[in-house]
């Protein structure tokens, strides 16, 4: 599933930071085959605040994710989640991957009702607020529809529900629009960002898409080619809010915030290209 249990906010951790990763180094396997992911990646998202990355293949961007998550524990540094370190399983956040985790055999409406029925609600209060979500996502037609019966970009809202039903404080997005066709994905970030807009929860996205990041986020970090990846620039985008994404990429501050910011990134793609064709050769 893609949502995981939310916790309460003690008091105490209010004023910290949504998410934060500390000098944060990941590595996989052992001796001569030792790897690290990314090197000593300070990061933080503050409460309310969306934040993409971007970087190129292999940098470690969804890496970071995990480790939010509560999925990889980091080789060094720590994380923190609302002040708290972060071990185990990271109840206050909420998941979407880039493929869905519908079960074939539920309809939509089973498929997030069954996010609450395993935490104890009861099935009838599980099912209306399941209800009442998809017909916040638009599917108010499509609940009894199985996965199959439906398109890539309807799959999408069900998973966007399944995440949003226990209502997390954090949402971990690794590139969850990437599969859909380009008219798609503009939609589901209208959508999003009008669900962001009403709650404002954290929001950590990963995308390969750099137009993508700039539309949706307060801040866009980039991340080095890898090896030992690290974050080598972080931009803010002051493009006004509420944004309509096919709107916003019309706007001459866009163009320069995405000029600023390709420069801080091609260099980084074209390392990762030439490592790879060194690699073919």
């Known amino acids: 599933m893609t949502a995981l249990t939310a916790a309460p906010v003690d008091a105490s951790a209010a004023h910290a930071p949504a998410v934060a990763l500390h000098e944060v180094s990941v590595r996989f396997g052992q001796g001569a085959d030792l790897f690290e992911a990314v090197s000593r990646v300070d990061l933080c998202v503050a409460a309310g605040e969306f934040v993409a990355i971007v970087g190129p293949t292999g940098c470690g961007k969804s890496t970071l994710l995990n480790v939010a998550a509560g999925l990889l524990t980091p080789a060094l540094g720590r994380a923190e989640i609302h002040g708290r370190p972060v071990a185990g399983i990271t109840r206050e956040a909420g998941y979407l991957f880039q493929q869905d985790a519908l079960m074939p055999w539920k309809t939509a409406l089973a498929n997030v009702a069954v996010a609450l029925e395993v935490a104890g609600i009861a099935q009838t209060e599980a099912q209306q607020r399941a209800q009442a ?30 995440m949003l039903i226990r209502d997390p404080a954090i949402l971990l997005m690794d590139e969850p629009f990437g599969p859909l066709d380009a008219q798609t994905r503009g939609l589901m970030g209208d959508l999003l960002l009008q669900l962001w807009q009403a709650d404002r929860k954290a929001v950590l996205f990963v995308t390969h898409d750099l137009d993508e990041a700039i539309s949706l986020a307060d801040r866009v970090v980039v991340m080095s080619a890898g090896p030992s990846s690290r974050i080598v620039a972080d ?10 994404i096919n709107e916003v990429r019309h706007e001459p501050r866009f163009h320069a915030l995405q000029r600023a910011i390709w420069d801080d990134l ?10 790879e064709m060194g690699g073919a050769a």
Do not use: N
């Open 266 to 275: 091609r260099d980084e793609v074209m390392k990762t290209y030439g490592a």
């Open 235 to 244: 931009h803010q985008i002051d493009l006004p809010r509420p944004r309509a």
């Open 133 to 162: 979500l998809l017909t916040r996502v638009g599917l108010a037609r499509f609940l009894h529809r199985y996965p199959h019966q439906l398109s890539g970009g309807q799959r999408k809202r069900v998973a966007l529900a399944q």
